[in-house]
């Protein structure tokens, strides 16, 4: 150990907490997913003012402003092209997405498969909790179609979106799910993800206790995927559309290379420009 | 056939034709001799809706004064072929000295506008001629003919197709300069058009550019280096001109899904300390609001060029109108204050968009450049833009000292904020769309809301605009008050009525956003006759004056919708006569 690296103290999870009270109803599964990304901040070693949390809008999307990292809180839907703007503008940072199932798959569907094929070297965290719960309990996309609502009385009738075969399918780098009950796990789940470069998308079954009370059950129904990670696509893509959304775990690992157009390397000067112009 | 004809001091001609004849090709070279001889001039484009293979019309005035608006009639139309010619009757107009020169082989196609037209005619077996030269091209040939009739020397022509045809190789370049030749020795046999005056040759200081090309160099000359980017017509020149560039000057452009990307992105970018723009047109502009707003409340400065077309939806995407105006000033939702800047030539498209990055940058807001179609699609000889000193300039935050915390919305004097920039250690902040209080946290208190909006509007409200919220020229009673790509053709009518009993002043307002009130209340002082030009069909223009200053009751307003540009004769006309001509 050098003498440098001895005196940097090591980062806890606390240094990536903000003095800000969560708005969160008691028992959401949210707090224990800012718990898995602090810790798994904590355990890269990453100073706090290098890493950013973006967001959109929903009961998840509040994660920014709970770290004490730099953060934005965008719109609806938006957050990823937010965040690659920011990551393509400065490499240097470390950028984590923080998303819930309506934000990042109905209003923000379209940047989710392109953002899984641009491959910008991003973490994508959605917390998946079946329903919109910011709006007071409405049908999201992952949302089972039976299930009773009040804008949708007796279920949407439609039959849900599948995040992680989507990804694939798009181009995603790497894929994993886990699950809020399991803090430890999750964090390490994260860390592997920040760690592979390119998009990598984790899915993390976060109960809403409030609009989805029937979630508590899903302690029960998670179980560790079975078999190792692949960089197969068929492989993957037959694990993914035969799994019973409980599987966690990481599930593919890819090797695409991140998209990072350079960025600060001028070769000519504004004037050079200009001469184009001049007779 | 020819006679000789008085020396004009311009001249108006258009080369029309099939797509795949190479006109918009010979209109930009016919543009690039004129300029290098050492004559000005601006070169419009007109285009069916086809992709490819439409039929197409490059407008041309050449003249040795710059020029500034399109022409109220044409001196000379040559048309390679006839095909949908009549879909450009009423942007062309003609009359008895006009000189129509056609392909002799297809003189039977001739549309009755034309053949019923008081115009004279002369027919040029374009097809034989351009058989005779190995390679040879009818629009060569065209090209030959029309710069032998308007006076254009020999030798710039010929530099202009050797510049044009480097990449093609001698053989092209050969036969490209034979079949200009071939145009030349026809040339005589033609009815005369006016010819302009030799030119001085002297040109240093002056550029041939478009007014997209103008706003993408304003950007980065301002100091943008990222740029997010989603195809629209009339908009896409800008970002495709902007790609290799940044890329020169250590910037970068990404191209998104789509133009809510875009603009996040570009929020994004700048988020992260690095000057941002994108560009777009009136159905992208729709698209990116919601995220205008996010950047007004989270303080983030992003420019956003649109290159206004024809409206509403879809509407007309090759042609120019000022109707995004309202959408421009008030599509953001709540009170968001933010700047909407004009551009009012092609010239001052490099300016007004370097400045639209000044202000943004110095006023951590957006900032919205309008400019349309008819600046950004036409090509001009310029005289070189001035280089401002208008470099983006944040102000930012450093690590606060101990026991200091940092507080990314301070509520100061001049309502800006020091930002921190990710990567400061001790200022670590989440930027947020939701209201919050000085230190960024979410908060819907009455209190921290009506703190955080008056500090945002006085950011804008007590900025320092200087002389640049308007260009103003002339002098008289009658004020003509206009603003954008209606600028040019005002101009000129008031050039021609200088020193007459009619004489005028203009006032073509470059701020739209805040509204320059004061500057502009003052400078009506005096006005005994106030005439407000725009293009829109609504008035929205009118409608904004009304809304924010004190305009005269009997205030005269001359407003018509796109395609047609505005012409200098119909501005002449309102002011001697109250009506358009
Ligand atoms: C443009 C826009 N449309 C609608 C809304 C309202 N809205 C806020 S959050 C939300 C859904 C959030 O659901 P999800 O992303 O699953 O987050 P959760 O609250 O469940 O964590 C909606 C529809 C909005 N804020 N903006
Ligand atoms: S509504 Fe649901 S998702 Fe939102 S905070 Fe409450 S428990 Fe969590
Ligand atoms: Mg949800």
Known sequence: ????????????????????????????????????????????????????????????????????????????????????????????????????????????????????????????????????????????????????????????????????????????????????????????????????????????????????????????DVHDATVDPTDDLGRAARRLMTDDGFNVGVLYRGEREAFQPPIGNASATVADLEGKFAL | MNQPTDNATSISLVLAGSGGSGVITAGNMLLAAAAKAGWYGLMTRSAGPQIRGGEAAALLRLSSEPVSAQPDRYDLIIALDWMNFERFADEIPLDENTVIIGDASAAKKTPAFVTEGPARRGDIDFKNLSKAIPGGRPNMIALGTVGALIGLPEDALDAALSDALAKRGEDAITASRAGAQAGRSVAADMPATPKLP?????????????????????????????VAAYPITPATEILEWMSPALTKVGGVLVQAEDELASINMAIGGSYGGVPALTATSGPGLALMTEAIGLAVASEVPVVIVDVMRGGPSTGIPTKSEQSDLNMALYALPGDAPHIVVAPNSIRDCVFTTQWSVHLAEAMQTPAIVLSDQALGQAKSVIAAPADIAFIAQRETASTPAQGENYQRYAVTASGVSPMALPGTPGCAYTADGLEHNPRGTPSGGAKDHHIQLDKRQRKTDDFDYGQHWADQAGEGDTVVLTWGSCTGPVLEALENLAGTDDAARMISMRLLMPAPKDQLTKALEGAKRVIVVEQTHSGQFMGYLRANIDLPRDAEHYCIPGPLPMRPGDIVSLVKEGTPS
């Open chain 2, 198 to 226: 030799t030119p001085e040759g002297e040109k240093a200081g002056r550029w041939l550019i478009s007014g997209n090309e103008a706003a993408g160099l304003g950007a980065i000359r301002g100091g943008v280096r990222f």
């Open chain 1, 1 to 220: 150990m050098t003498a440098e690296t001895a005196i940097t103290p090591k980062h806890t999870p606390r240094d990536y907490k903000s003095d800000i009270k969560p708005v969160w109803c008691p028992g959401c599964g949210d707090y224990s997913v800012l718990g898995s990304i602090t810790k798994a901040f904590s355990e890269l070693n990453l100073d706090p003012e290098n890493v950013a949390v973006i967001s959109g809008i929903g009961c998840s999307s509040r994660i920014p402003a709970y770290t004490d990292c730099y953060g934005f809180h965008g719109v609806h839907g938006r957050s990823l092209p937010l965040a690659a703007g920011l990551k393509v503008a400065r490499p240097d940072m470390t950028v984590l997405v923080a998303s819930g199932d309506g934000d990042g798959f109905s209003i923000g569907g379209n940047h989710f498969m392109h953002a899984c094929r641009r491959n910008v070297d991003l973490t994508y965290v959605v917390m998946d909790n079946r329903v919109y719960g910011m709006t007071k309990g409405q049908a999201s996309p992952t949302t089972e179609p039976d299930w009773d609502n009040a804008l949708t009385p007796g279920g949407s009738g439609i039959s849900p979106f599948r995040p992680l075969v989507i990804a694939l399918a798009a181009g995603a780098n790497f894929i994993a799910r886990g699950f809020s009950g399991d803090q430890n796990g999750t964090a390490k789940l994260l860390k592997e993800a920040i760690e592979h470069p390119g998009f990598s998308f984790v899915q993390i079954l976060s109960p809403c206790v409030t609009f989805r009370p029937d979630q508590k059950e899903w302690k029960d």
